[in-house]
């Protein structure tokens, strides 16, 4: 299995993205993989330009701060579920300007019945109890 979470500080790395085809081909290099996956989701969390919690006021930029440790409770929690091969997950922290990449998630499995619910019901706990977020809005 993959070591499952990363994190990069962006005002230390400069811009990084994860190459998600690279992580999929690692992924698919482990053993076992042929034997129990079937279907590969992911989620690849974007800075949006308008708030959610503000009636779509624009936001400029977005200061984000992931909870590693919680992640990674979270991440083995839902790598018990029926189906699941693997997941990784990657956080960023720092500030980002809309269009900018900070939250990738990647759900391995068996079939899609297993597979759905786990990528949403993993992304709804990082979201809510991992990350923490402020965004900068325009005057």
């Known amino acids: 299995m993959s070591d499952g979470i990363a994190a ?3 005002t230390t790395y400069g811009v990084h993205t994860m190459d998600i085809s690279k992580r999929i081909a690692e992924m698919k290099k482990q053993p076992g993989f042929n034997e129990n996956v079937g279907m590969i989701l992911i989620h690849n969390g974007t800075v949006r330009a308008w708030s959610r919690m503000d009636n779509k006021r624009e936001v400029t930029a ?3 701060t992931p909870d590693l440790e919680k992640i990674e409770a979270i991440r083995q929690e839902f790598l018990k579920r ?3 091969y693997d997941i990784v997950a990657e956080a960023l922290t720092g500030r980002f300007q809309p269009g900018e990449d900070l939250l990738y998630l990647i759900v391995a499995g068996d079939i899609r019945e297993n597979i759905k ?3 949403s019901e993993l992304l709804d706990r990082v979201k809510a109890e991992a990350i923490t977020k402020k965004e900068i809005m325009a005057d």
């Open 8 to 10: 990069f500080n962006k």
């Open 62 to 64: 977005l200061e984000v």
């Open 82 to 84: 029926e189906g699941i």
């Open 117 to 119: 619910p786990v990528l």
